[in-house]
Structure formats: structure tokens, C-alpha cells
């Protein structure tokens, strides 16, 4: 996907003239922020916490190709067939081999944003395969042809009217807008559609390296389904989404669906450990799982590494102030809000996702909530350092920091400078700012304003001071 | 080699050059010396956890029947009459044949199916996505989230927890441990024998709120829940 700074822009511009946009957000970030605020507090010690969980995170990704290894040979030994893939092409490339091999023509899908990550979705239904998503959400923005907005609400951003409508357009019929009917259509259509799906496709909250297994997380039990009833069980995760044993995968899970939804446990949580075993009159025949790479591996040995500690519990963007405004779809990744700002151009570049890191406010909050304590806010600062060194700034932002530079380390011009802005800005100014700069500095007042410079700068104060 | 061989190898040794050292083999994790889920349950009596699983069900739209052995026919049947039952699917496991379940749905009108392998398997899904009813025990309950934890596997079928409309788990209160880490702990200690293929962790009714964070339950698993805690 190709973006450029004007689609940004546009995006942005578009997001904040959305009315409904500016409605749901905020409505959306409140009730799962409080949530996430009420269990915290109920833990009474979640510093502690948070400090084990990053802890944990940090060993494995530490002794990530160990742990990776651990958990292929478990998922082999119980005959499972395991599929690397470096790049999201390889992913699509391996799935659509496997739906070849077993002539599917469905597939049911439980939410993935791996999936989403690597467009599966598009590529599948490009072979001609019927592709279904699950998760309501899901279901509601693939029946609106959109993307997800937020990484555990993927459809915040549509109103039950919209969804009323869509749902209608599939039932030739028309339907209330009322939660329940809305609901009760979706458990009956979808349930045709497990029922007589080839292929369940989900993706994987964690694996568990010591057994091969495969957690997934779900208040709907459309994960369940999606594993349950079809015969051939694909799970696709990211590298990084492994934990040793299920001693550690309880402190995930503890903080996974606290730091979510404030909920102290989700409605399911299931482990696959394997396809049916003799005896079993349920589930599928054959389990396989795509291990895909797609870029995390880069940030590995960087300023970075923390990014991949990430368990995708969606607390940052529903504290982000940046994200309140704009919503999800403004960010154009796949990933939203603080996260999306620090992965998105680590795993695709900074061409395309320049401007994210530039979409906060560094006011912190995002640190602050993170269950597994990734330094949000300084990984978007290294982002802002990155691009300026890799030539990112755009040319007279540039050229004013080269001249700031010179001045800075040239005391005498330094003086001069100060009393010269001091007496040249002042007449711009307006209650002690200034909302229009002249030349260069217009780029930094198109969008902030400066404070007016004072009549006496620090260093003559400071000369001043010591001679009294 | 073979070329999954050859992949493996190539995609974890670019890890370990990333990460800037040697490949590693068989690390284990360390003992974790925080323990911050202990103050959730120290110094908590059995009674006490008891009430927390109870409760805990109660605030998720989930009644829990504390009985004695004596009051299960007749608890049974004023769950089967409260959720209008006709048909229901049960697990072929000894705890519920001992509480003669098939009997007692009988004599309360309800035609119940065994998940065994006297029907093909075929049958058994097609009755699980029909009856009203699915019936479970498990091996744990926790306290701190009122969660129902089972292994599945030969006459415990996943399905029967998952495509009725109201689904019924009855433990003994022997069952109920403090929290999530005495049934991770529980699945630590069988990794070496080898798990079954699924294992289920049950807090409550399925729910959603994807539609404007609007509260709706029963969107995919069973939307009623119901929990008889056997006292010994």
C-alpha cells in the first residue's frame, strides 16, 4: 500500500469532519478505558504487574529463535505442520496452498490481525475461495468493504444504523436497529457458514512454547467455532506472540484482558494443542501454523526491540489523545493509535508512515497504561531523531535546525540572535504569541504558535544575577 | 536437509543475528521471583472463594445452584422448566452418570443425546447445533473470575459447550481454586504426559459489544449459562 504525506493529511481532514467519528471515539475510549482504569485498581499492586509482564516479554524475545524452536518441535511432535513465512506474501502463498490441497471453497475466519496485516482476505477471495469473518465486528466492517479502526473494537466507527443497514442488504429483508435482532441475525447467518465452512483460519493471542499449543482469546466463542468445526485449522501468528510455559502465559492473560476491556477474564479462553487425537469425535483433522516474520525481525537488536513485546490489548489507543480526535482509519495502517504509530513504519517503512510518529502529543499516557511497559512515547521520539538522520524532514525544518545548531554553538552570534528575535518577532506578536511566522519559522507556526520572545534572555539574566 | 528444514533453519538464524549473538537451543525461563497474584488469595478460606466463583458468575448474568447431592433432582428440574429445555446433548463422563442425568432429563421431558461414538459424528454435530441445552462438568472453577475449566477430548466434546443456546456446568465445590495460575499450573504439570487436543476456559454467557459498545449476549456460544456447585 502506497501513502504519501497529502493522504495523511486528507485522512486526518476527513476524520475530524466526521460527526459520527467524533461522537463514537471518545464514547468507545471512556467505557474501555474505565474498564481497564477499575481492574487496575482492583489488583491493588498493578505496577507490579505490569513489571513482570514486561519482564517476561523481555526474556522471551531475548531467547526468541530458542523459544520458536521449542514450540515448532512440540507442534510437530503432535502432529501438527508448521509454516515459515519471511514475508506476508509467503503467508498468503502457503494458505492458498493449503486451501488448494483440500479443494476448500469456504473459509471461516475468528479475528486476525496478523490476517489483516497481510491482506489475506483479498488474496483468498482473488482465488475464488468465499472468505467469511466472524468476529461481529469483523463481519460488520467486511459486509462495509472498510478496515478495522480499533485492535479489540474493530467496528467503533459504525453507528447500529449503518449496521441495521448492511445486515439488511444480506437478509433481503429489513431489519430493526436494535442490538439483539441485529445480533441474533449474525449468530444464525455465521452459524451456516461454520457449519458448513472447509477451513478455519484464526490468528494467535499466544503460543505456548513448551507444549506447542496455540491460545486464543474470545468474548463471542466465534474462536471456538472457528477451531472447532471446520476440518483443517490454520492459526497464523506473528513471530513475537510466544510465551515459554502457562506459568507465564497466566500473568499474559491476567493483564491481556484487563488492560482490554477491564473484563478479569475473557468469556473463553481456549488452548488448541493439537488436531483431534484418537478418540476424538470433534474438531479438526488437521492443525496448521504460519509463523510469519513480515518485518518484526528488523526491529530486533534496535531502539526498537520493545515494540515486539506488544500483546495488542488496545490500552494505548484508548488513552491517546491523538486517536480520541481521529479515530483509527486516519492512522492507514492496519495497527491504530500509539502502537500503530511505532509499528507501522518499523514494519513497512518510513516512506509511507512518516508522519505517525509526528501523530501524538508526547504527552505519555500511552507509557503510562501499557501493560508490558513499551516506552511508547520515547519510541516515537527515536522515530522523529530516525527520520531527520535518514533525511525524512522536510527541507526548510531541516535548514532551521542546522542554523539553530550553528547559532547555539556560537555564544557571541548566540547573543546576538536572541536580542535580535526579541525586538524583530515582538512586533508579530500578539498576547505574548505568535501565530504567523516570517520565512523559516512559518513552518513551525503553520502548526503551533510560538511564545513571544522575552525582552531579556536567560544568559544576560544570568550575567546579571552574578555580578549582583 | 529438507526445504522446511532449510526454512526453519534460515528464519530462527536470522533471529539470533538480529539479536546479535549466537543461536540459542532448549533455554528455559527463569523462577520468576514477583508473584503479584498472591495477595489476590492469601489468607482466603475455601467458604471464601466458594462465594468470590459465585458472585464473580452472578455479576455476568450466570445463577449458580450451591446443592447437596440430595437436592439435585429437583434443582434440575426447575433449570430445565426456568430455560424452557426440550432436548439437551451431555458429556459421556462418570460424574454425570452418577448423577443419573439421563434419567432425571428424561423424566423431565427432555430428550437428551450422549456425546459418544453410538452416533456418527456427523449426528452428534447436527444434534449439538439443535438442542437447546448442552451439559458439562470441568475440572476447576476459579474463584477470582468465575471461570469453569476443562479439558476436552473422546466424551467430552468441545461442541457441547459451544453451539446450544444455554449451556449448564455442574462441579463439585472440591473444584475451586483461587485463580488462573492453579489451572495453568494444572496444564504445566500434564504437558509432560501430553495434553488433549483443546482445552476450554468458560467465564459466563458469550457477549459482545461490537455494535456501538452496545452490551448483547449469545452472539456465537451459548447466551445463557447456568452453574450447579455440588457441596460435600
Not at chain 1, 39 to 47: K, P, S, V
Not at chain 1, 162 to 180: H, P, W
Not at chain 1, 302 to 309: D, G
Request: a negative charge; aromatic letters at 6%.
Amino acid at each position: 500500500m502506497t501513502l504519501n504525506s497529502i493522504d495523511f493529511d486528507q485522512r486526518v481532514d476527513k476524520a475530524l469532519a466526521d460527526p459520527i467519528l467524533k461522537q463514537a471515539v471518545p464514547f468507545a475510549q471512556d467505557k474501555l478505558r474505565n474498564g481497564r482504569n477499575t481492574a487496575a485498581d482492583q489488583l491493588g499492586n498493578i505496577e507490579e504487574w505490569r513489571e513482570l509482564a514486561a519482564e517476561i516479554r523481555k526474556h522471551t524475545i531475548d531467547n526468541l529463535d530458542s523459544y520458536l524452536e521449542e514450540l515448532v518441535t512440540n507442534v510437530r511432535k503432535s502432529g501438527g505442520f508448521v509454516h515459515f513465512a519471511e514475508k506476508d506474501s509467503d503467508a498468503v502463498d502457503i494458505i492458498k496452498k493449503i486451501a488448494k490441497d483440500k479443494e476448500a471453497k469456504t473459509i471461516i475466519k475468528s479475528k486476525s490481525m496478523v490476517t489483516e496485516e497481510i491482506h489475506l482476505n483479498k488474496h483468498l477471495e482473488a482465488e475464488g475461495l468465499k472468505v467469511v469473518e466472524s468476529d461481529l465486528g469483523e463481519y460488520i466492517i467486511q459486509l462495509a468493504n472498510e478496515t478495522p479502526s480499533h485492535l479489540i473494537a474493530p467496528a467503533i466507527h459504525k453507528t447500529r444504523q449503518q449496521v441495521s443497514a448492511l445486515f439488511s442488504e444480506v437478509a433481503g429483508r429489513k431489519l430493526s436497529d436494535e442490538t439483539t435482532e441485529l445480533c441474533a441475525f449474525a449468530r444464525e447467518t455465521l452459524r451456516e457458514e461454520f457449519l458448513q465452512a472447509d477451513i478455519g483460519i484464526s490468528g494467535c493471542n499466544f503460543a505456548v512454547a513448551e507444549s506447542g499449543s496455540v491460545v486464543l482469546v474470545s468474548n463471542e466463542g466465534n474462536a471456538r467455532l472457528t477451531t472447532t468445526l471446520p476440518k483443517v485449522h490454520i492459526a497464523v501468528m506473528g513471530l513475537e506472540r510466544i510465551v515459554p510455559t502457562w506459568n507465564e502465559l497466566d500473568i499474559m492473560i491476567s493483564m491481556l484482558t484487563r488492560s482490554a476491556t477491564g473484563q478479569k477474564i475473557s468469556v473463553y479462553v481456549t488452548g488448541i494443542n493439537s488436531a483431534r487425537q484418537s478418540g476424538d469425535l470433534d474438531g479438526p483433522e488437521e492443525f496448521h501454523l504460519v509463523i510469519l516474520d513480515n518485518g518484526r525481525s528488523n526491529i530486533l537488536g534496535t531502539a526498537y526491540q520493545e515494540a515486539l513485546n506488544c500483546i495488542r490489548c488496545g490500552a494505548c489507543l484508548n488513552v491517546c489523545p491523538v486517536y480520541r480526535h481521529v479515530g483509527g482509519h486516519a492512522y492507514g495502517g492496519v495497527y491504530s493509535g500509539p502502537i500503530g504509530a511505532v509499528l507501522m513504519p518499523l514494519l513497512e517503512g518510513y516512506d509511507d508512515w512518516k508522519e505517525l510518529p509526528h501523530a501524538s502529543s508526547l504527552c505519555g499516557a500511552c507509557t503510562e497504561v501499557c501493560p508490558v511497559k513499551i516506552p511508547l512515547h520515547d519510541l516515537l521520539i527515536e522515530h522523529r531523531k530516525d527520520e531527520v538522520d535518514q533525511g525524512y524532514a522536510p527541507l526548510p525544518e531541516k535548514m532551521a535546525f542546522k542554523g539553530f545548531g550553528y547559532i547555539n554553538s556560537h555564544p557571541a552570534l548566540y547573543d546576538k540572535t536572541v536580542k535580535l528575535s526579541s525586538t524583530g518577532l515582538g512586533v508579530l506578536a500578539k498576547d505574548g504569541y505568535i501565530t504567523k511566522g516570517p520565512g523559516m519559522l512559518g513552518g513551525w507556526t503553520d502548526i503551533r504558535d510560538l511564545p513571544q520572545p522575552k525582552k531579556q534572555s536567560f544568559r544576560e539574566w544570568w550575567a546579571k544575577e552574578r555580578k549582583e | 536437509m529438507t526445504v522446511d528444514q532449510l526454512n526453519q533453519e534460515k528464519f530462527l538464524t536470522n533471529i539470533s543475528s538480529r539479536l546479535g549473538r549466537e543461536r540459542r537451543s532448549g533455554v528455559k525461563p527463569p523462577i520468576w521471583k514477583n508473584k503479584p497474584y498472591l495477595h489476590l488469595y492469601e489468607g482466603k478460606t475455601n467458604e471464601d472463594l466458594i462465594e468470590q466463583f459465585i458472585d464473580n458468575l452472578q455479576l455476568l448474568n450466570t445463577n449458580v445452584d450451591r446443592i447437596t447431592r440430595q437436592e439435585f433432582e429437583v434443582t434440575l428440574a426447575k433449570v430445565l422448566k426456568d430455560f424452557e429445555v426440550n432436548s439437551a446433548i451431555s458429556w459421556d463422563n462418570p460424574f454425570l452418570h452418577d448423577l443419573d442425568l439421563t434419567s432425571l432429563l428424561t423424566t423431565n421431558g427432555v430428550e437428551n443425546s450422549i456425546w459418544n461414538n453410538s452416533v456418527s459424528e456427523d449426528e452428534l454435530k447436527q444434534r449439538s447445533a439443535k438442542v437447546d441445552l448442552g451439559i458439562t462438568c470441568a475440572d476447576l472453577g476459579l474463584a477470582e473470575t468465575g471461570t469453569v475449566v476443562f479439558m476436552n477430548g473422546e466424551g467430552r466434546g468441545r461442541m457441547v459447550s459451544l453451539l446450544p443456546p444455554f449451556y449448564l456446568c455442574i462441579l463439585k465445590e472440591s473444584q475451586i481454586v483461587p485463580r488462573i495460575t492453579q489451572a495453568m499450573e494444572h496444564i504445566h504439570a500434564k504437558v509432560p504426559t501430553g495434553l488433549p487436543a483443546c482445552i476450554n476456559f468458560i467465564t459466563g454467557p458469550s457477549r459482545t459489544a461490537d455494535i456501538e459498545m452496545d452490551l448483547a449476549l449469545g452472539v456465537h456460544g451459548p447466551g445463557k449459562v447456568h452453574v450447579i456447585l455440588l457441596r460435600e
